[in-house]
Structure formats: structure tokens, C-alpha cells
């Protein structure tokens, strides 16, 4: 049975609808069994099959982690460390989701795994304490390392804009942070496939770190001005005149710095899954074009 640690989280929830599409066996827990008690890790695992540990817990609020670092460590390195021990102990795989955070930004061109990584902030610091954390404890691990996610179950960059879109004349997005949105659907067949190729003994993905994002790169302003054309074409976005302007990060501060270039060279997870990750634009239409997408979510009561 197949153990999603941070089940009801953005990421988490995706993963669970994928598995029971695929008719995986799965447990999932939530905080209330907390990634920073060990004894009550042990205590779940106790009696069940574990056959694989899937951790999507995490500290996510970027800019709040800066003066939450101790919080942000806890959840990021702490956490980790537990789940990693404990699945050593189980002797079963683990898959850990990462960051491309975990980099300063400063390449030019996509970033492989072996890259050196220096983070910026604290949430990119303590994600990279958490890599170094796990992989201490225990060599059956993937670390799949993603960026700029989005998904249904949670507050995220699309939903965001849509909402925002609709209700302003104009809105202001930087034009200088180049990346990937990544749909977690992505993410999820990914980990299913790991998980998938690893039981049936067919073709092990040998373990490591690895980057998964959707294909392709963009900016911020120019993902949200692909938000604004699929929206409008599904009638989901009906303030078809407000204006999408770019500005520069340095207009836009946060408490967090941001990597200006965090796009990440997916060739070795392309090769060990024999699988073709889709193009951002795609992905996106996949998320705004289906039922499962949450009118709620962008103040459309149905
Ligand atoms: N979102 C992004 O753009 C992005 C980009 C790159 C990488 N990532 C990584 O992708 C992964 C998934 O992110 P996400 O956006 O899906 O996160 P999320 O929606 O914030 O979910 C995180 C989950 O962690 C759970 N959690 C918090 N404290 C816990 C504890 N003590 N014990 C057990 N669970 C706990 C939360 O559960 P409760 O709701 O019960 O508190 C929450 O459901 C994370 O590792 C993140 O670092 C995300």
C-alpha cells in the first residue's frame, strides 16, 4: 500500500486522485498525524503494508518563511529526516517532493540535477536541508524537485489571476522570472509511473533526484497573458477587456527573494520513464477546460 504523507495539501490531493484512477492501493494522512512526531509515523505504519511513502507535507509560504525559519525548518528538514528514517525502517521507497528554490537563479540555460545549489531565501534553504536531511537517512529515495505548481485543490497562481482579472481593469505581473508552470496533474502521473514502474519490477527508475516540471519555459506576465486567452475561450474569464501589464521584480518586492531563472532540464527523468512530459500551455488547458476545475475558487458560485 502506497502512503501519501500532506494528503489533503494542493500537491497531495492530485496524487491521491491519480493513484485511485490507476486503482493503486493508497493510505493518506494529513497533519493531524504530524511529520515532526516520529512515534506517531511509527504508530500509523504500524499493522499496514507500507510498500511505499509518498511525502507532499510541507512549510510552503515563501515569503513567510523568512521570519518563520525555525517553523519552516521543522516542516522542510525535520519532517523529512522522520519520514526518511521511518522508511528505511520499513524498508520501503520513498518519494520526496523539492524545489527549484533550492537554486539561485543565476543559470542561463535549464538547470540539470548536478547543478551546485544555493538558495536565496528560507524556504529554498530549509527544502535544501531537507534533500541533504533525507538522503542521510536513506538511499531508497526520488527526490523529484518541481516548480510554480498549480492544481485544484489548492490557492494557486491561476485561480488567482482569474479572480483578479475579473474584477480589475488592469493587473501588474513581473516580466524578469523565468520558469515553468507546472500542472500537478504532471507531477502526479510521474510519481504513479515511479511508483507503477518500481512494483511491477518491469524497469526500476534508478533512485535520485530528479526534475519534473511541465516542458517549455515562460515568464510570469506572459503565463498570465496564456491564463487570459484560455480563460476567455472557456467563458470562465468574462472581463475580456482588463489589461495585463508587466512590471520588473524590483517594482514588486517581497519579503523572499525569487530565483529570476529556475527552468529545469527534465531529460533525465524523460529517459528513465521512457515518457514525454507535456508543454506548459497544454497542461494549463488541461486544468481550465476540466469539471474538476473550482468556479468557487475564482468567485463563480454555480
Ligand atoms: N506550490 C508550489 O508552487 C511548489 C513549487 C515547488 C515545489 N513545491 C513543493 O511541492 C510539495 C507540495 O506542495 P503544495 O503546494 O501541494 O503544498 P500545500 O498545499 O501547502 O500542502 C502542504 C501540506 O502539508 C501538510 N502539513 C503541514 N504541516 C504538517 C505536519 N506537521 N505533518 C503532516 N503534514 C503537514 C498540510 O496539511 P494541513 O492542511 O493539514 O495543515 C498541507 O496539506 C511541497 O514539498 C513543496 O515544497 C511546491
Known amino acids: 500500500?502506497?502512503?501519501?504523507?500532506?494528503?489533503?495539501?494542493?500537491?497531495?490531493?492530485?496524487?491521491?486522485?491519480?493513484?485511485?484512477?490507476?486503482?493503486?492501493?493508497?493510505?493518506?494522512?494529513?497533519?493531524?498525524?504530524?511529520?515532526?512526531?516520529?512515534?506517531?509515523?511509527?504508530?500509523?505504519?504500524?499493522?499496514?503494508?507500507?510498500?511505499?511513502?509518498?511525502?507532499?507535507?510541507?512549510?510552503?509560504?515563501?515569503?513567510?518563511?523568512?521570519?518563520?525559519?525555525?517553523?519552516?525548518?521543522?516542516?522542510?528538514?525535520?519532517?523529512?529526516?522522520?519520514?526518511?528514517?521511518?522508511?528505511?525502517?520499513?524498508?520501503?521507497?520513498?518519494?520526496?517532493?523539492?524545489?527549484?528554490?533550492?537554486f539561485d537563479g543565476s543559470a542561463s540555460s535549464p538547470i540539470s540535477e548536478?547543478?551546485?545549489?544555493?538558495?536565496?531565501?528560507?524556504?529554498?534553504?530549509?527544502?535544501?536541508?531537507?534533500?541533504?536531511?533525507?538522503?542521510a537517512e536513506t538511499d531508497d529515495f526520488y527526490i523529484l524537485r518541481t516548480a510554480w505548481l498549480y492544481g485544484f485543490d489548492g490557492k494557486n497562481f491561476v485561480y488567482t489571476m482569474i479572480r483578479a482579472m475579473n474584477s480589475h481593469e488592469s493587473v501588474k505581473v513581473v516580466s524578469d522570472q523565468r520558469g515553468t508552470p507546472t500542472n500537478c496533474q504532471t507531477l502526479s502521473l510521474v510519481i504513479s509511473k515511479i511508483i507503477e514502474d518500481r512494483m511491477s519490477k518491469k524497469h526500476e527508475v534508478p533512485n535520485g533526484i530528479y526534475h519534473v516540471t511541465d516542458e517549455g519555459e515562460t515568464t510570469w506576465f506572459d503565463f498570465t497573458r496564456e491564463i487570459k486567452k484560455q480563460a476567455l475561450k472557456a467563458g470562465i474569464l468574462v472581463n475580456e477587456g482588463c489589461v495585463v501589464n508587466p512590471c520588473s521584480t524590483s517594482e514588486y518586492p517581497t519579503p523572499a527573494k525569487r530565483p529570476s531563472y529556475s527552468v529545469l532540464d527534465k531529460s533525465k527523468i524523460q529517459k528513465a520513464l521512457g515518457f514525454k512530459l507535456p508543454e506548459w500551455q497544454e497542461s494549463l488547458g488541461k486544468f481550465i477546460n476540466s469539471p474538476l476545475f473550482d468556479k468557487k475558487r475564482i468567485d463563480i458560485v454555480e
Open 114 to 135: 548536478n547543478s551546485p545549489i544555493k538558495p536565496i531565501g528560507a524556504y529554498g534553504l530549509t527544502k535544501a536541508e531537507g534533500e541533504k536531511a533525507l538522503v
Open 1 to 102: 500500500m502506497v502512503w501519501i504523507i500532506g494528503c489533503k495539501g494542493m500537491l497531495g490531493s492530485e496524487v491521491c486522485r491519480t493513484l485511485s484512477e490507476k486503482n493503486i492501493d493508497f493510505t493518506g494522512t494529513d497533519s493531524s498525524v504530524s511529520i515532526l512526531d516520529y512515534s506517531a509515523l511509527e504508530n500509523f505504519a504500524c499493522g499496514k503494508d507500507i510498500s511505499f511513502i509518498v511525502n507532499c507535507a510541507a512549510y510552503t509560504a515563501v515569503d513567510k518563511a523568512e521570519s518563520e525559519v525555525e517553523k519552516a525548518r521543522a516542516l522542510n528538514a525535520d519532517g523529512p529526516k522522520n519520514i526518511a528514517r521511518l522508511a528505511k525502517k520499513l524498508a520501503c521507497p520513498l518519494i520526496h517532493i523539492s524545489t527549484d528554490y533550492v
